[in-house]
């Protein structure tokens, strides 16, 4: 008897998850259908990254990495799985329990939905409609389970009438009421898996933004960077001076890439300004585009680490658009907000600054940016932190105070102001990599946005330090590669690494942690020579 109620709370469990199932399916082809950034797993998990702590944050990204939002959908799928069961379960055995958690999940999903930025009344419609079918696959599998289990009771043991079910409505035959439920949960479960992937395989595919970005064709840059000979050093292992836009590191709060028509795209720079002015994409770059070459770095960047990038950014001066609006007097903070709600706080004299090349840009490395990197347009900021500067998918600049404004990171663990460290890092050897004794040769990459890089040293075992012998630099807003001859000995040897900039600055040897304002510390690599 036992083994039984056993095998029917098992069939319970798969009813909840194809009811979830069905659910997710028939939001997603909603979603498709009529408002595509409402999908409500991706919602919930946009909802999850907005409020997890910060520290979890940390964990995540650096157990994960690249995958980290992979990784959190695959949480996101097995908290959904475990809840799924609980509903079947309980819709079984306490009717309509699992409904009613059904409902709530529906609710949850559909304030996920509509709090996110750009959701409109049409938003409301995927979660409603999974919850209608989720509702009602649960109710019907529900019924059709417990005259199966009638059923095949009254067949078994037709001496106890106590035990057979009210539902006797679907329960005539115990074959055909076992049929029923199987039926309809094989159906529903293949039609769901079907329809959701499909919905949302063809919502992540016929982007039709790609193909608008595409079609671009940019106005001739009116001045470029050049690049003077002896900027790029040819040794092995050492990372490139430009970063190819498919390697250039990513680091944003969202969960699908936004997709911006930038036929449609407005910029707005409102706020205390004596003018609000909207510009459309065409006006952008019809003020004339320039080149500049910009290193960005995030301040999730560890001691060694490659959150850093270096591109040739094609843009408008922000400043030349800040002066159209007319900053007022009490202004000190520049609120940039991208199309997904996220937000940065930029100093104003950053972006007013004749000295600071503050860009919008446009291209990357010669292309429009990629979708990833903040298509059509995002900022780029010299010398400050990008989730200080660097907003992607930009459509406002709301000239403010940092009194009365605050940015996404701001009340999560991070300064509201963030300049860049002067920071170097080894590339090669790599601890890890054993190099042959003999002469090797030790490189890396060092930054000083704004400043520029003077000197680098270089100490073996924690001897004299000696000079590194440095790329010629393109700008003071781009790192510079270095590198020193080492006639290594076999053993394990310490390296470490410390740059000087070029106001005469040191890099500090003072470890910091990434939060609040970036890390600091002289890289020390152990290396092993055979
Ligand atoms: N809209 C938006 N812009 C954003 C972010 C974001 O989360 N959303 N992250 C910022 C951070 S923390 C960094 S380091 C840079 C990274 O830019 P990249 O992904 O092009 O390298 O983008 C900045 N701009
Ligand atoms: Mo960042």
């Known amino acids: 008897m036992a083994a039984r109620r056993k095998t029917f709370i098992a069939w319970a469990a798969v009813a909840g998850v194809v009811s979830a199932a069905a659910f997710l399916a028939a939001a997603e082809l909603i979603a498709l259908l009529v408002a595509p950034q409402a999908s409500p797993l991706l919602a919930v998990g946009s909802f999850v990254i907005d409020i997890v702590p910060q520290p979890f944050k940390e964990f995540a990204i650096s157990t994960f990495g690249e995958y980290d ?21 309980l819709e079984y055995v306490r009717p309509p329990i699992g409904a009613a958690l059904l409902v709530v999940a529906g609710v949850l999903s559909g304030a996920a939905i509509l709090t996110r930025a750009g959701a409109g009344f049409l938003s409301a419609l995927p979660p409603l409609a999974g919850t209608i079918a989720g509702v009602a696959l649960l109710f019907l599998l529900g019924r059709r389970l417990r005259a199966w289990r009638d059923g095949s009771v009254t067949a078994g043991n037709r001496a106890d009438p106590v035990t057979a079910g009210t539902d006797t409505a679907d329960a005539p035959r115990p074959g055909s009421s076992r049929r029923g439920f199987l039926g309809l949960t094989l159906i529903t479960a293949a039609a769901s898996v079907v329809v959701g992937v499909g919905s949302r395989v063809i919502a992540a595919t016929t982007s039709s933004i790609a193909a608008a970005r595409d079609a671009i064709r940019l106005p001739a840059v009116r001045s470029t960077v050049t690049v003077p000979t002896g900027a790029e050093a040819d040794v092995e292992g050492l990372t490139p001076l430009f970063t190819p836009n498919a390697d250039f590191y990513r680091v944003d709060t969202a969960l699908t890439v936004p997709e911006i028509d930038p036929s449609t795209w407005r910029l707005v720079i409102d706020g205390m300004v004596d003018q609000r002015i909207e510009l459309s994409f065409d006006d952008l770059v019809n003020m004339g585009l320039d ?31 800040l002066a159209m609006a007319g900053p007022q007097s009490g202004a000190d903070m520049v609120l940039s907000r991208s199309v997904d709600g996220y937000t940065a706080s930029t100093p104003l004299d950053a972006l007013t600054d004749d000295n600071r090349d503050a860009i919008f840009a446009v291209a990357m490395n010669g292309e429009p940016l990629p979708l990833e990197h903040g298509f059509p347009v995002r900022m780029v900021v010299p010398g400050l ?15 403010t105070t940092f009194e009365a404004d605050e940015a996404y990171w701001t009340p999560r663990g991070y300064a509201a102001e963030a300049p860049i460290k002067l920071s170097s890092r080894i590339d090669t050897p790599r601890s890890g990599t054993p190099v042959d004794a003999g002469t090797v040769a030790i490189a890396g990459m060092a930054w000083a946005q704004t400043v520029g890089i003077d000197r680098v040293e270089v100490s073996i075992d924690d001897g004299d330090w000696q000079p590194a012998t440095l790329s010629t630099p393109i700008n003071a807003d781009t790192w510079v590669q270095w ?48």
């Open 291 to 321: 080149e500049y070459g910009i290193t960005l770095t995030c301040v999730s960047n560890e001691v060694g680490g490659g959150l850093v990038g270096n591109a040739i950014w094609q843009g408008v001066a922000i400043r030349d658009i």
């Open 69 to 89: 939002k992979i990784a959190l959908l695959v949480g996101l799928g097995l908290a959904v799985l475990v809840a799924a069961v609980i509903a079947g379960v």
């Open 385 to 399: 932190y990008g989730y200080v500067s660097a907003t992607k998918w930009v459509t406002e600049l709301k000239v």
């Open 483 to 530: 590198w020193v001859e080492w006639q290594a000995e076999a053993g394990t040897h310490y390296v470490t690494v410390r740059a000087i900039d070029s106001a005469g600055t040191m890099q500090t040897e003072e470890r910091a942690p990434i939060a609040p304002n970036g890390s600091s510390g002289w890289q020390r690599t152990l290396v092993t020579v055979r």
